[in-house]
């Protein structure tokens, strides 16, 4: 890990009327690192991670990106251009339901290809080839390549999801309940792949979940959040193992026993 | 441009209505935008489309940029699938000569204007003739994105990758680019542009052109443009380059095997014949045989 966090949040609020989404939240996230935030319903995860991506604008806050040059890049205040351009080159999103990250009407290899060739690739063996060898990575037989996703399962559907995210080797991956709505099996699977690919192409990810399980798994670092305030965090291991916040020792001793 | 309204008097024009029927303010309204639309190649501009005395559909949008360029000492070439003969050409031809007094002819090199559907003429056009595209749906983005704000969106941040993904899955589910007409281009390497439903045949002619291009959309209510000499590409891959498509035979009349070919059923029996679409250019090739 370098010693710059290639994102840091600072003093960011968002308020929905009455309630307040957001409350003098801080973050830093630094390169090759997974930061899960979590949190129950309605805790402000989800509008954190809209804010950090440059989806929603704070009230008041800052948000810089350091992107691949080494240039700090105010996300909001960067213009749509520039923020579109880091969301299809150095940014991606794994939607918790595929359907919103992915095109239905258009093959699993198109879906791939779609993001290598925003950013300019025109060679079509070359397209496909990528294709295949992503589709091959996330356990998806190549000799579907042409099928529609929405002849796919939940669990290929996300898969896919997240070959067309990695293909262009993003640097920051913004990842929003990932594995929500799939069976345990496929769930462990999945979370299985995504370790396994994080540490290999040394992603930075900003997860966000509600399910500890899966925060264990995958996080270096947890941020648990309640009411629109940072509670606690810390590493993994420290936050769960040994829980200061009474509301991360409510969470911690909620988990069911298999 | 004259903008005194000639009546029945002068010039022969029919009485009561300005020269080349739209009202001065309204031409003044169309130049500007054709003034920005030449200014930003492929850039689609509004404006305030009228009625024309045609339906919406037969060329409503060519017909008024027509209108607003054209001059008494003009000479307007009308032609509709290449064919200078055809309905619609001929009552939009036979319309200007009412309504601005201008000489017309059937020859592409004698034209000043030259108003178009479906074709760009086969002999090559030179510097000072103007060809005007009458086009039904000038985003070419249409059938792929429906938000037509979203669309605008994605021109501005030069966002093609939607229409890349199009071109993929044909060749991924047919082998080839499966459009032969209204191909999309890339105007000056920053718009996208829809290039009016000309076969793609014709894209390569667009390129660099010498001629001024003008595009006009009356229902859509849009005005684009290229100017001469600017770079109109083809998109393509790199390992599936843009082939222009043309039927595999030579003219019945002219013996041409280079020009855009229409295929006539001539009986029951499974009869045809190849004619070239442009007439002009087939009957001075059968001319000077």
Known sequence: MSDDPILEASGLHLRFGAVAALDEVALRVWPGEVVAILGESGSGKTSLLRVLSGTVAPDAGEVLYRDAAGALVPVHAAGEAALRRLARTEWGFVHQNPRDGLRLGVSAGGNVGERLMAVGARHYGGIRAAAAEWLRRVEIDPARMDDLPRDFSGGMQQRLQIARTLVTRPRLVFMDEPTGGLDVSVQARLLDLIRALVADLGLAVLLVTHDIAVARLLAHRLVVMRRGRVVEHGLTDRVLDDPQHEYTQLLVSSVLAA | ?289
């Not at chain 2, 499966?178 to 999309?184: A, F, K, M, T």
């Not at chain 2, 849009?222 to 790199?238: G, H, N, Q």
Request: aromatic content about 8%; glycine content about 8%; hydrophobic content about 35%.
């Open chain 2, 1 to 289: 441009m004259s903008a005194a309204a000639p009546d029945a008097a002068a010039g022969g024009t029919l009485a009561g209505y300005n020269f080349a029927y739209l009202d001065e303010d309204t031409k003044r309204m169309i130049r500007r935008a054709l003034l920005k639309a030449v200014a930003v190649p492929g850039h689609q501009v509004p404006f305030g489309s009228r009625e024309m005395p045609l339906p919406y559909g037969w060329g409503t949008g060519g017909i008024q940029v027509t209108a607003s360029v054209i001059g008494p000492d003009d000479t307007l070439k009308v032609i509709d699938q290449g064919a200078d003969d055809t309905t619609n050409a001929v009552s939009i031809r036979r319309f200007f000569a009412r309504v601005a007094g201008v000489a017309t002819t059937e020859r592409t090199a004698e034209a000043t204007v030259i108003q178009t559907r479906h074709r760009i003429p086969e002999t090559p056009l030179r510097e000072g003739q103007i060809l005007v595209y009458q086009v039904p749906m000038p985003e070419p983005l249409f059938r792929l994105e429906p938000r037509v704000a979203e669309t605008r969106r994605l021109h501005a941040l030069g966002d093609y990758g939607l229409m890349h993904v199009k071109l993929y899955e044909d060749i991924a589910r047919r082998g080839e680019v499966e459009i032969s007409y209204n191909y999309p281009v890339m105007v000056n390497g920053r718009y996208l542009m829809s290039p009016s439903p000309i076969p793609a045949f014709d894209n390569p002619k667009m390129d660099r052109m010498p001629a001024l291009q003008l595009f006009g959309a009356g229902r859509e209510k849009r005005i684009y443009a290229v100017p001469p000499y600017t770079s109109v590409r083809s998109l393509d891959f790199e390992d599936h380059p843009f082939r222009p498509a043309r039927a595999d035979a030579a003219c019945a009349l002219c013996g041409s095997r280079e020009t855009y070919l229409d295929e006539v059923v001539t009986d029951d029996h499974g009869g045809r014949r190849f004619l070239c679409s442009d007439t002009d250019y087939c009957g001075e090739r059968t001319a000077e045989r």
